[in-house]
């Protein structure tokens, strides 16, 4: 194996098991871009007050 633990792996595979790379990647790709606007709009009232 590649050194890491064996949920970690199926977690993985459960994840991504059946895409392709791309397929992988864009949801990657999506999954990072939902967070950065989930904290946006949760962090933007804070920082739209500091001066």
Same mark, same amino acid.
């Given at each position: 194996?590649? $050194?890491?633990?064996?949920?970690?792996?199926?977690?993985?595979?459960? &994840?991504?098991?059946? #895409?392709?790379?791309? @397929?992988?990647?864009?949801? &990657?790709? #999506?999954?990072? @871009? $939902?967070?950065? @606007?989930? #904290?946006? $709009?949760?962090?933007?009232?804070?920082?739209? $007050?500091?001066?």
């Amino acid at each position: 194996m590649h $050194n890491i633990p064996v949920q970690t792996f199926t977690d993985w595979c459960n &994840k991504f098991g059946g #895409l392709d790379v791309p @397929e992988a990647r864009c949801l &990657k790709d #999506l999954e990072s @871009e $939902n967070t950065r @606007e989930c #904290l946006a $709009n949760e962090l933007g009232p804070a920082c739209a $007050n500091r001066t």
